[in-house]
């Protein structure tokens, strides 16, 4: 009950006298999702590791890029950290042309990688498709059972939309929309049949019973959903890992970045948090700053050739 409260509080305007002390972490997505929550939760971790105050900022628009640009733009003074998604730094860089004013591997410091995630496909539960295999023999049937839903144009479960469709062969068309929540009550509701999305996002609604969850597209199965397989266990070869990490502006000093990594580790592999997370369908990592510049120059180079091949513009 008292981490609610202190996670509750990060939010509060801090004392005048404590604001040259505070540790801002940007996070560019609206408060209340799985992405909010890690945020908020490591925030606290931070706090009671580094001994200072901090608040979680959501800086919303542009998917991701306007709070992105932001922390670019922060002074390099160990006062801002951007917690994001990987989509800012290996996906748009690739498709969103000049709406994209930063560089992922010159205005950025590699902080700390977070957690992992896992992307899903949902479909409609009125729809007669139980397994991935009855969902492709439906859609080569009537190729309007593959209008799929994702929470925006150019996101990762989109362009996962785009390998899926691709491998299986289908004729698929990506229906985007302004969120998860409004993208997964069109799944709900079947103004579309099927859609691609962060598990743990989707997960409650699979449960309720207004929709599938057909498959998962990590490397193994997910542990809060082992019931569901893996595309590549299908036969697919279709494997997309996602992840959260944490950022600092270029040159901040990096006996600055080594405290904050530690403290941002040591957040997430705490027992409690690790649990909470775990419960959230999310993977605690906990990885520094060296590894995790090693995995976003791997995805960009992985998800350079797909964004290309999916032909998505920005003004989709």
Not at 92 to 98: D, E
């Amino acid at each position: 009950m008292r981490a609610l409260v202190l996670l509750l509080a990060l939010s509060v305007a801090l004392p005048a006298a404590a604001q040259d002390r505070a540790l801002r972490i940007v996070y560019g997505y609206p408060p209340g999702s799985v992405g909010d929550l890690l945020t908020r939760l490591v925030a606290e971790g931070m706090r009671g590791s580094l001994g200072v105050n901090v608040v979680v900022e959501n800086k919303t628009g542009a998917v991701g890029i306007v709070a992105t640009e932001s922390v670019k733009n922060a002074p390099p003074d160990g006062s801002t950290l951007l917690l994001s998604p990987l989509a800012p730094f290996v996906a748009f860089p690739h498709s969103h042309g000049s709406a994209v004013r930063y560089d992922p591997f010159k205005d950025f410091e590699p902080v700390a990688h977070v957690s992992n995630f896992q992307l899903a496909l949902l479909v409609n539960a009125d729809l007669p498709a139980r397994s991935v295999a009855e969902f492709a023999a439906l859609v080569r049937k009537d190729p309007k059972a593959g209008d799929y839903a994702s929470a925006a144009a150019g996101s990762l479960p989109h362009y996962l939309g785009v390998m899926f469709a691709r491998d299986a062969g289908l004729e698929m068309t990506h229906v985007p929309y302004k969120g998860s929540a409004p993208a997964l009550q069109a799944l709900a509701g079947g103004e579309v049949k099927a859609g691609f999305f962060v598990l743990a996002d989707a997960l409650s609604l699979a449960r309720s019973g207004k929709a599938r969850l057909l498959a998962v597209a990590g490397a193994k199965r997910a542990p809060i959903a082992p019931e569901a397989p893996t595309f590549t266990e299908l036969g697919y070869k279709l494997e997309a890992s996602a992840w959260y990490a944490l950022f600092a502006p270029a040159k901040t000093p990096k006996d600055l970045l080594e405290r904050q990594a530690k403290a941002a580790i040591g957040a997430v592999q705490a027992p409690e948090v690790r649990k909470r997370l775990e419960d959230m369908g999310l993977e605690p990592t906990g990885l520094g700053p060296a590894e995790l510049a090693r995995i976003v120059r791997a995805d960009y180079d992985k998800w350079g050739p797909i964004i290309r091949a999916s032909g998505f513009k920005p003004t989709q």
